[in-house]
């Protein structure tokens, strides 16, 4: 039997907006998170996803690029290096794209879905869906990197969002 999908939170749920708590370890509780958030963000076509975004304000998040699954919990970014400026989406805000300049390839310690204490190190478009899951664990979005052209192309498309947020869609 399938478990009901949650519903994906919407740009202006307070819950986005948070700084999510680190996991003191992760036990069967979190991989089932980890699951959860993996089936939400296939049905919904996203190839990242933070537990923030499911309700769960914990330093949860997964990405899925090819056949590369990560499940990473606590990530700290030891490294960065290169610049790539790249157009972004997030399941919070359907529709909406903003170019986003980040890192192009990153170093980052993390606990696993085993809770073993791991090194990841990525490029390219994987570097960039972690980077991405994670400003939603320290409560930052997209619309945050908005120039001023953006905010006014995209105004109408946020209010519409902001409204479904809250209507519960
Ligand atoms: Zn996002």
Not at 59 to 74: H, K, P, S, T
Request: net charge positive.
């Amino acid at each position: 039997m399938k478990e009901t999908k949650s519903k994906i939170r919407l740009y202006g749920d307070t819950t986005l907006r948070k700084r999510a708590k680190p996991v003191k370890t992760v036990t069967a509780a979190e991989k089932k998170i980890f699951e959860k958030m993996l089936e939400t963000m296939r049905e919904e076509g996203g190839i990242g996803l933070a537990a923030p975004q499911i309700g769960i304000s914990k330093q949860l998040l997964v990405v899925e690029v090819g056949n590369e699954v990560f499940m990473i919990a606590n990530p700290k970014i030891t490294k960065m290096t290169g610049c790539d400026s790249l157009e972004e989406g997030c399941l919070s805000f359907p529709e909406v794209a903003i170019k986003i300049k980040r890192p192009k390839k990153i170093s980052l310690t993390c606990l696993n879905e085993n809770n073993c204490a791991i090194e990841i190190e990525a490029d390219d478009i994987i570097a960039r869906a972690i980077q991405h899951e994670m400003d939603h664990l320290k409560g930052k979005l997209i619309v945050d990197y908005a120039s001023l052209a953006d905010k006014i192309r995209l105004k109408k498309k946020l209010d519409v969002i902001k409204k479904k947020s809250k209507q519960g869609r």
